[in-house]
Nanobody, 127 residues
């Protein structure tokens, strides 16, 4: 059974930083690309960042480029999202997810291509 557990969310002032972590219990973690998505109040779940199975390829939604950094530790089966220079518009519930083994890297921005999801962690940025 696959489990993803996010942590690190919280309340932070605008301009501050948070580091989200996702611990994955999946036997073949090293073979899967991973992603972070967020659901903001009143909006659909949206792509934030993704990282390939070996960490070589990363991608970000435009609004977080230069502020967020995704990384992974395959030895520990974890993926992290370092979030700097936070703004109120970053407020939302953040989810980590596993890209389906049958999906190409090009599908990494589409939630429907992700098989497993964590329960989410709340990030609130006060302005």
């Amino acid at each position: 059974q696959v489990q993803l557990v996010e942590s690190g969310g919280g309340l932070v002032q605008a301009g501050g930083s948070l580091r989200l972590s996702c611990a994955a219990s999946i036997r073949t973690f090293t073979t899967y690309a991973m992603g972070w998505f967020r659901r903001q109040p009143g909006k659909e779940r949206e792509f934030v960042a993704a990282i390939s199975w070996n960490g070589v390829a990363t991608d970000y939604t435009n609004s977080v480029k230069g502020r967020f950094t995704i990384s992974r530790d395959n030895a520990k089966s974890t993926v992290s999202l370092q979030m700097n220079a936070l703004v109120a518009e970053d407020t939302g519930v953040y989810y980590c997810a596993v890209l389906s083994g049958g999906s190409p890297w090009s599908a990494h921005t589409s939630p429907e291509h992700f098989d497993y999801w964590g329960q989410g962690t709340q990030v609130t940025v006060s302005s």
